[in-house]
């Protein structure tokens, strides 16, 4: 089979990191095809279960992204993902994953080249860290 | 039966270019659910949103996704066309294929496209759980509010209260007028700045739908569009401006003097003081921060008496302030007094703050003889400190020499990259008003290049040179003193390819237009983010310029970006128009994309309660049990109860659970992982 390629879920605020996104695509700065965004309002509509659900379904890389602290749409939702990020962090890194394997930043709706470079850099670090061991197809390797 | 439609859009070459559409087409045929898959050169286009509507009415599809650019300008279209079609607008998802697909991933051809039929999959999946809702409708209140009256905030609060609508007009300073206010006169016509803002201040300050609320400032803003709940901090001034005439005679007597904000830190104010001659409202402020209390006249402390005369003891402004309106025994609190407002729109003019020269180390900001170009601005006005003569400030003779340089603090990786816009012109406006008050001094001009790009402006740069305005084109590297308090430039002349050095009496630094201060906590309150350069953002630079992410707020002038007076006033009488929209309409609609509570599902555990950002639920009782419950009117949709409810009785609409997981599942198809669920 050809050569493996991360698979990277990422989750992005409707207010700030889709935003960032989005302004990557229209400045043309280039991150890996492999990273596929699900919109949400707000970092705390991410329910645990969505990361979990995530890796469990096969996903390498978990992201989600964030207004930052302060400049929440909503006032205080990302302070609340924040929190639950953490303690599931924990949960996941019990288990045997790779904490580098999910990831929390703050990146916001101006910060298009930022977000391009942190998706560079997460892709590498799961490039680093292998595939999911939860994957079961032949292109893990 | 989900029968879902899949629209791929070319969007000319900008998708088609990337990604190939005909093998995204196939994957999208065999998706489970999909009836339709068409593909179009511009699918919000007419006849491409008829290509939707058509299979709608053919009964073909009862679900729609469009794989295109952003929902966040386009989806609003798409949901309009599928309501058009016949169905419920929020029966449609949409594919960011451009935006986050070949726009990003442009040379990777293989990837953008592997990467469209992933999200096209995510998109029918999705598609496939979506509900109908009903848009819900609020009432606005017929009233804006417009924070900062500067030239672009007094045009918007004009333009809205001449429509006929209550505005609340807010600014920091005793005075409006803003930055413009400080100006001599202005390109490209030589308009004198007073003239010409003046009678608009008396119109803002005496027009019957204007409330003026200056020395105040945004202290928050609760709501969302039609109603906004904003509190306004009135900062103390110490004098009761209900009675207070602004005659100046308490100015006169006042032995206490502070640098002077308005004439750029040259010359004083006293420590109470009118703003400027012209304010308005002209009323006097006492600076709390300077005031000397003379006569031990603390504010809020009654008056010792005189030993001899039995007289109350007065400090002079008191003494002299025959109506009373400076009455220091008035017990005032410190801390100004909170207004609560309710309004339906907000503008946004909060303007700009020219940078200091103290940064600029290179340029001698230590000599009194290098000024910033707005400190000259207030030496060459009639009403600044040398009443319009222009003089060096360090021993007040003329100048023989005066050079300006160009781009301080702008285009430059150290300070700010963008350009200030407005420097180039002004520099030359400034040049031309010294030559023509005194012609025989010489003025010399570095710049990078010259920007004159504007209606009239390379006429003016024309006129300028032929004046006998130097101007060398290079970057000056240094200002150094010399006896005499002369300064001399060191810079490279491009066109002469060699160093040049200038001896001048006077250095003007074209300093770079800053956003001015407090800006990002003020956005913060608001819940607009700032740009990389600090400015508030606009929902679209082209489409929406006014605009903001916040719906029902809207930006003008200078808070956007550096901008002349001419385009501050364009902008401000567009978003003024734009804010008057809501305030017309009389009612918005307000997308259901909310949370709701499933009371059949609920513990009633109240986790959710104090979750909530915006209190919108409550416990209540359903039959004898305890039960969360959601107000509607306060719920914005952030889905953090949802997230946090642990039997999962809450639905966000739009953004299900369920939604999300099959998007999650579609995303990591075909890689075998150990689903849980």
């Known amino acids: 089979m050809s050569e493996w390629k991360p698979n990277i879920v990422v989750f992005a605020c409707d207010w700030c990191t889709y935003q960032g996104a989005d302004l990557a695509g229209s400045l043309r700065y280039e991150y890996p095809a492999n990273v596929n965004i699900i919109r949400v309002p707000c970092t705390g509509r991410v329910e645990p279960e969505f990361i979990v659900s995530a890796l469990s379904n096969g996903a390498d890389g978990v992201f989600v992204g964030g207004c930052h602290p302060g400049d929440c749409h909503y006032k205080e939702g990302n302070y609340k993902a924040m929190r639950r990020f953490t303690l599931l962090k924990m949960v996941l890194t019990g288990m045997g994953f790779e904490a580098e394997r999910v990831r929390m930043e703050w990146i916001s709706g101006s910060e298009g080249k930022r977000f391009a470079e942190i998706m560079a850099e997460f892709n590498r670090t799961i490039e680093k860290i292998g595939p999911n061991p939860f994957r079961r197809d032949s292109n893990a390797g | ?677």
């Open chain 2, 1 to 677: 039966m989900p029968k879902i439609g899949v629209y791929l859009c070319h969007c000319g070459e900008n998708i088609a270019g990337a990604v190939n559409i005909e093998e995204v087409k196939k994957h999208a045929a065999n998706l489970p659910g999909v009836a339709v898959v068409r593909d179009y050169l511009f699918i919000c286009s007419d006849p491409g949103q008829d290509l939707i509507k058509q299979d709608i009415q053919a009964g073909l599809v009862n679900r729609v996704v469009v794989a295109a650019c952003t929902p966040r300008t386009h989806e609003p279209i798409f949901r309009k066309t599928v309501q058009d079609g016949g169905l419920n607008k929020y029966i449609c998802e949409m594919a960011n294929i451009r935006d986050q697909g070949s726009w990003a991933h442009w040379r990777d051809k293989e990837g953008a496209t592997e990467k469209a039929k992933k999200l096209v999959m995510s998109a029918v999946a999705k598609a496939a759980l979506l509900e109908p809702l009903e848009d819900r409708f609020v009432n606005v209140t017929k009233a804006s509010l417009v924070v900062g009256a500067g030239v672009a905030g007094m045009f918007a609060a004009m333009d809205l209260a001449n429509m006929g609508y209550k505005v609340y007009l807010v600014d920091r300073n005793p005075s409006v007028g803003g930055n413009m206010a400080k100006l001599d006169k202005t390109f490209p016509t030589n308009d004198c700045s007073a003239c010409i803002l003046t009678p608009v201040m008396v119109q803002v300050g005496t027009h019957p739908n204007i409330e003026l609320l200056t020395y105040s400032e945004v202290e928050s803003v609760d709501g969302s569009i039609g109603n906004f709940k904003v509190k306004i901090r009135k900062k103390q001034t110490y004098v009761d401006w209900n009675t207070c005439t602004g005659c100046g005679e308490c100015i006169e007597v006042c032995p206490k003097k502070v640098p002077n904000e308005f004439n750029e830190g040259m010359g004083t104010r006293k420590a109470i003081y009118i703003e400027f001659p012209q304010a308005v409202p002209k009323k006097a402020v006492v600076d709390g921060a300077h005031c000397i209390n003379c006569g031990k006249r603390t504010i809020g402390t009654k008056p010792r008496l005189h030993s001899k005369t039995g007289e109350p003891v007065l400090a002079p402004c008191e003494k002299v302030c025959k109506i009373g309106a400076c009455d220091r025994s008035v017990a005032y609190d410190p801390d100004g007094e909170l207004v609560e407002l309710e309004v339906g729109t907000i503008v946004v003019a909060t303007g700009f703050k020219a940078m200091d020269k103290t940064p600029f180390k290179e340029y001698s900001p230590q000599s009194p003889n290098v000024v910033t170009a707005l400190q000259l601005e207030r030496l060459l006005s009639a009403t600044g400190p040398t009443e319009g003569d222009l003089k060096r400030p360090s021993d007040e003779t003329k100048p023989e020499t005066v050079a300006f340089i160009s781009c301080v603090g702008s285009r430059d990786k150290n300070h700010h990259t963008y350009c200030s816009k407005v420097c180039c012109m002004y520099m030359l406006k400034q040049a031309r008003l010294i030559k023509e008050k005194n012609p025989g001094t010489n003025v010399f001009i570095f710049f990078i290049d010259v920007r004159a790009g504007g209606k009239d402006f390379e006429e003016y740069y024309s006129y300028c040179r032929d004046l006998g305005i130097r101007v060398i084109r290079g970057r000056v590297g240094a200002v150094d003193e010399l006896a005499g308090d002369r300064l001399r430039v060191r810079a490279y002349d491009v066109d002469m390819g060699s160093a040049v050095e200038l001896e001048s009496d006077l250095v003007v630094l074209a300093t770079a237009i800053e956003p001015a201060p407090g800006l990002e906590e003020l956005g913060r309150r608001l819940g607009i983010s700032c740009g990389a350069e600090g400015f508030l953002k606009e929902v679209h630079t082209k489409l929406y310029p006014v605009e903001t992410a916040v719906r029902g707020i809207y930006i003008a002038g200078c808070v956007q970006g550096p901008k002349d007076i001419p385009d501050s006033i364009s902008q401000a009488r567009a978003a003024s128009s734009a804010a008057a929209v809501p305030l017309t309409l009389g009612k918005v609609v307000v997308e259901p994309l909310i949370s709701e509570i499933n009371q059949e599902n609920c513990s009633g555990c109240g986790i959710c309660v104090p979750l909530c950002p915006y209190s919108a639920v409550a416990m209540t009782t359903v039959g004898d049990k305890p039960r969360a419950k959601i107000d509607e009117a306060l719920c914005a949709g952030c889905g953090v109860c949802t997230a946090a409810c642990p039997s999962r009785a809450i639905k966000l609409h739009g953004f299900t659970a369920e939604q999300i997981e099959a998007q999650i599942i579609a995303l990591t198809a075909g890689i075998g992982g150990v689903s849980y669920v």
